[in-house]
């Protein structure tokens, strides 16, 4: 079993920066892949950023790149989310999900664990 949690989130003027963090407790070897995803209120969850664990490939969406910066850190099993310039229509909760097997998909339904969530507030 694989436990997510994620930390970081808050409220932030636009223009700003926040760090998220996804600790990855229990079977780490089980997770080949790390994204994530975030939903604002009445939308569906999308796809953020993504990151192999093992190699360190990296994929982004078209309105998260060049903002935001997807990361690992093997020694502490934890992924980063580096997000900059951020902007209103980033408000929403962004969820960090691993997947074992396959590389990084923008379908949530190809993930196996979750964590919570951790809600991001961008003011105007």
């Known amino acids: 079993q694989v436990q997510l949690i994620e930390s970081g989130g808050g409220l932030v003027q636009a223009g700003g920066s926040l760090r998220l963090s996804c600790a990855v407790s229990g079977r780490t070897f089980s997770s080949n892949t790390m994204t994530w995803f975030r939903q604002a209120p009445g939308k569906e969850r999308l796809f953020v950023a993504g990151?192999?664990?093992?190699?360190?490939?990296?994929t982004y969406a078209d309105s998260v790149k060049g903002r935001f910066t997807i990361s690992r850190d093997n020694a502490k099993n934890t992924v980063y989310l580096q997000m900059t310039n951020l902007e209103p229509e980033d408000t929403a909760i962004y969820y960090c999900a691993a997947r074992y097997l396959g590389g990084v998909s923008r379908q949530p339904r190809d993930y196996d664990y979750w964590g919570q969530g951790t809600q991001v507030n961008v003011s105007s």
């Open positions: 990151i192999i664990w093992w190699g360190g490939t990296t």
